[in-house]
Structure formats: C-alpha cells, structure tokens
C-alpha cells in the first residue's frame, strides 16, 4: 500500500477534524497530493491540493476558507485540517499523489493521480 488514509470518524455540526494521509513512497517530496471526496450516490470531487513543496494549495469553492492541507515532507504524510464541518462534507475522503515535475505544480483533476489510498469515513452529524 503506497497511500494510506486515516482520521476520519463521527463529528458534529461545527466541529473539526484532522485527517492524514501516509506515504510509503520513498519520492513523497515530489509528489503533488490532493484530497478527494466522495459522498453516497455521487461523483468523486475534488476538495483540496498541495504542490510537493508545500508552499502552493488550491481548494474547491465549497471548503475554502474552512479547510486546509498541509504537509510534513520528512514524515512523508499529509493532512487535511477540516473546520466548521457541515452535513454535507459527510464523504469519503481519499487522498492521492502524482509526480510534481514542477515545485509549484497542482492539480484539480483527479486524472493526474495515479496514485490513490484506500478513504476514510468522514461523517458530520447534524
């Protein structure tokens, strides 16, 4: 297993969370990571991607401003702080890589990962 998520578990309306996403890759720091989410009877969708240095971060619209990733390169793992949780963030929430040819590079689109963990429950209770 190249990518594995956990973290996730039962929160509140309101309430935080911290998921994280280990790597087993030796090369984590040129790995772009992102985090994706996928709810019961819906698409995958994008939530939020970190370049391999960290320094550059994108987030869909609906979690801006309350979510944040992160990264520690030297654990090779990385996080998604979740905060004013709401009903509708209860997903899975996947986490995924790809090779960062470019320290500054991202990515939205799930078709550049190629490398997946398995999910964790994320469940928000209203």
């Known amino acids: 297993v190249q990518l594995q998520a956990s973290g996730g578990g039962l929160v509140q309306t309101g309430g935080s969370l911290r998921i994280s996403c280990a790597a087993s890759?030796?090369?984590?720091?040129?790995?772009?990571m992102g985090w994706f989410r996928q709810a019961p009877g819906k698409e995958r969708e994008f939530v939020a991607t970190?370049?391999?240095?960290?320094?550059?971060?994108s987030y869909a619209d609906s979690v801006k401003g309350r979510f944040t990733i992160s990264r520690e390169n030297a654990k090779s793992t990385a996080y998604l702080q979740m905060n004013s949780l709401k009903p509708e963030d209860t997903a899975v929430y996947y986490c995924a890589a790809f090779y960062g040819r470019l320290p500054q590079i991202t990515s939205q689109d799930m078709n550049n990962y190629v490398r997946w963990g398995q999910g964790t429950q994320v469940t928000v209770s209203s």
């Open positions: 890759r030796r090369t984590f720091n040129t790995d772009v």
């Open positions: 970190v370049s391999r240095s960290g320094a550059v971060t």
